[in-house]
């Protein structure tokens, strides 16, 4: 099992050269992740492949498992905008939902070096926060826990969103992750997994239907979602 550095944060960018490094060490490691999967992967191979030294990467990246966390930060990051907001608000989220699962289990080694990853990041990140000494880590949860739910509400069409808009999705966001994580572990194949986030956006945003009949009967100017 990969080990997670205790004592390092991920390393920050901020110049234009550092931001190439950065996308250059993701798009090998993307690359050899999806040919080798996690345990397979080595950092040296990374590095030597993205152009940069291995103490470069891990300056960048203590651990693969920080590595292929951002991996996935950097996957949620690029997904397309919708380009039309949907007369239905859970058709557009689940439309956006299909289309993120099926383009991260093009490559089933890769997804599941990432999922595996954000895992081990985020109970690092909470044992850190519970941590009686008051001492942290410095890991930071993925972006994609942020990036994920808002990208869901605009896929929804939902432009001012209410504290419980964003509750319901950050819960359909956790449902999806359980079942791309049976799906990489060979617990569902793609179309089982497909039919089963149609449904999970059927029960919990059930009521973003309610609401948009209802504001829809009342006129533009009164919906939260956008026309």
Request: proline content about 6%.
């Amino acid at each position: 099992m990969p080990r997670i550095s205790q004592d390092r944060a991920v390393g920050r960018v901020s110049t234009a050269r550092q931001l190439e490094r950065q996308r250059a060490i993701l798009v090998a490691a993307a690359r050899i992740g999806a040919r080798h999967g996690l345990e397979r992967v080595q950092m040296s191979e990374v590095a030597q492949s993205a152009g940069v030294a291995l103490g470069t990467l891990y300056r960048y990246y203590p651990s693969k498992h920080h590595l292929f966390a951002a991996v996935l930060d950097d996957a949620v990051r690029e997904l397309p905008s919708v380009a039309t907001v949907p007369e239905d608000p859970i058709k557009g989220a689940a439309d956006f939902l299909r289309r993120t699962v099926g383009e991260l289990l093009r490559h089933p080694l890769l997804a599941r070096a990432m999922l595996l990853s954000v895992n081990a990041i985020r109970a690092q990140d909470g044992s850190a926060a519970q941590d009686p000494s008051g001492k942290s880590s410095g890991t930071v949860a993925p972006e994609a826990d942020q990036i994920m739910p808002a990208r869901i509400l605009a896929a929804a069409g939902i432009v001012a969103p209410s504290a419980e808009d964003h509750r319901l999705a950050r819960l359909l966001e956790q449902c999806v992750y359980g079942i791309l994580t049976w799906t990489v572990a060979g617990r569902l194949d793609p179309g089982q997994a497909v039919a089963d986030i149609d449904r999970a956006c059927e029960l919990l945003l059930a009521p973003w239907s309610r609401l948009a009949a209802a504001d829809a009967a009342r006129g533009p100017a009164a919906t939260g979602f956008q026309d």
